[in-house]
């Protein structure tokens, strides 16, 4: 069966089974500050387990993909060393919300896998929680029990904490799970040893396929669990492995999923993957290499799609390292010194867009990116083969220091696995502790910038959530429901509330969150310096909590802020069409940032915009606001509905059922911001800056209304300054006439600047005197730097046996320059160099130079006619 198939008949099965199918969310999460990617099916589904939200069927099912590398479930450096782990993988589920419990999750999962999927019953072992005394929790009889009725006790096996009680994270919805584990060794090795054994014991050929989880608990901040108000079925399938099992394959890697980017890999670096090898045998490393590529390759081209590129900071940080470890193994093992691995997207995006159309449509852009970052990162190890060459060299014994390495590492971006490769084949050693510590330090340092810690919810009024209602009104009396206390290193104490309804705008879209005021009865004021959404919850930040938290506040939303985030907001909307229209429908969004002062906005273009090309945009967008075009807004349209009448969908967005659409004239996009009213308020439109962020990724930023007034104002004062200056009112010829004049008069000075130094020279030759053998000159000059070196040049070439000693006041600035004759530099031993050194003192400064000229820069043109003097005794 083709993974394809197989994929399909997961969904089709509970679809029978009267569930929902769902899309799957994007990898990369924007929402949600406690994660950055998907790491698991259920993320998107959080707000219903904790009953922030209401699902439109509570049954649901998806493929999701996934990515495990980061925070709890980080599978980074297991990828590659064996035959099952991967950084991105898809996530077959299916869910109940207060729906089903554990009967029927237990019961189509053992349907599903072997009578639909047909799996030999005889290959496959399930696990239950076998209860935890620190927690107060006892076994998960009810589904031993479930299971007993279906499979053999020898087959049912008990797990702890660590197996069988899934969380997501340190806090939130939790509970324990049944695990699906098939062993699809040999039956000569399983005459060996029984699964039994070996379940949960990192065997490659023993492996977890299905994870059923039984969520009834809220893991809460101190750490105490208590009981969700329903319960509810999250189970999670690696898609991977469930086609290892039904291809009758031994790894991951064999199955259909992998195989055609692998024979790609062989292909263009002519290698040869190995099923059997192993990553400790010196042959293996190239097979470990080419799943290393094939996997990673999958995971940054699936973040790109969804509109995560690599950086230096956050996520697109994380992208960057995945992206590196695929190069670097291709720089090692397969001896690849170009980029190859953008080729493979080709093949990748043929095999997966039927499943995950992003790919295709997003195929050059994630091609440009990849192939730009290949180029940079092997530059960046070339340079870092040539600083650790040095390392070597400088180190004494044969031992290299933890810090150095980790200077590589955290300062070149050179891997530290490489350093120690290179390192031992040249007989060195790597201080592994060290570096080890250093990271850590580092790593140290970056969690206390960033940590958060939050208390539990003080809950004041139950489901009171009719959320934002902020689009018709800026003030409006809010009951606060539910409130905490955070603590975060970065802004230290604050308080999160959240209120019955609010006028305030949550950080989305690009657009920031709204701040204001709350107004208690007793008059006081308690100002909101952020709104965010987290969990489906619009969540208001202050410094202080109100007094009467429990009374009817009045909130208010600062209005001239909001208006100028509107006016940005909805210039950007129609900046996106007039991009699209000028310079093609290639243009993509690809980042946003909508603040009340400017708009930033990322996008796919392939060159430089050109400035006919922004003038043209803002002509474009400049006429759209002098047509004063309504706002027409819709709030609850289909999803499908909007995208038939034309309305820009974004990749990596995740979109409900029914959006909300923003129109003025032609320009329609799905949106969830705030605008103006008329695109005439926006008053003007200016563009500010073009540059590059990333290959084939441009920005723009620009100004409107306050901001762009201002923006001619200043202008237009620096313009009358001008004038005024240059006394005329065509400034441009005026300023390129004093150019032109500027160039001849410089040639002039340079032809007399010349004259005079011949006339000089003609002059001193008479003025040496003989000291020691020694023809002696030292004088105070009228002459910059280059005329002293010129001159000092000349009379070397016309006289022998000379010691020249040049003083100058240039504009309060000191220069002594020495000249010796090369005779004398080799046969006297003297030295311009230490010679200008020593007298530096008088001039207050120093310089140095070569033995037969040097010159010394000094802050005290007064002590120059000493430094001369004293350069006679010197040479006396
Ligand atoms: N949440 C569980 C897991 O990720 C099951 O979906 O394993």
Redesign the pocket.
Known sequence: MKSQEIRNQFLEFFKSKKHSIVPSAPMVIKDDPTLMFT????NQFKEFFLGNGIPKNNRLTDTQK?LRVSGK?NDLEEVGMDTYHHTMFE?L?NWSFGDYFKKEAIHWAWELLTEVYGIDKNILYVSVFEGAKDENLNMDQEAYDLWKAIVPEDRIIMGNKKDNF?E?GDQGPCGP?SEIHVDIRSEEEKSKISGRELVNADHPQVVEIW???FMQYNRKANGSLEKLPAQHV????GFERLCMVLQGVKSNYDTDVFTPLIREIETITSTTYDKNSLPTNPDGKVSVAIRVIADHLRAVSFSIADGQLPSNTGAGYVIRRILRRAIRYGFTFLNTKEPFIYKLVETLSKQMSTAFPELKAQKNLIINVIKEEEHSFLRTLDQGLVLLENVIKNTKSNTVSGEKAFELYDTFGFPIDLTALILSEQGYKLDEKGFEIELQKQKDRSRAASQISAGDWEVLLENNTEGFIGYDQLTTEVRVTQYRKVDSKKDGELYQLVFDKTPFYPEGGGQVGDKGYLEVPNGDVVYIVDTKKENNLIIHFTKNLPKQIDQPLKAVVDSKQRTRSASNHSATHLMHQGLRAILGTHVEQKGSMVHSGYLRFDFSHFAKVSNEELKAVEDFVNARIREQLPLEERRNISFDQAVKEGAMALFGEKYGDTVRTIRFGESMELCGGTHVENTGNIWHFKITSESAIAAGIRRIEAITGDAAKEYFTTQSESYNKVTSILKTKDPVKAITSLQEENTSLRKQIEVLLKDKAKNLKGDLKSEFEEINGIKFLAKKVDLDAAGIKDLSFELGGELENIVVLFGSDQNGKAILSCYISKNLVEQKKLNAGQMVRELGKYIQGGGGGQPFFATAGGKKPEGIEEALENAKKYLK
């Open positions: 790491n698991a099916g259920m996934c479930h996530m589920g899934w997501m799970c994870n059923l989880v999250d189970t999670g399938m």
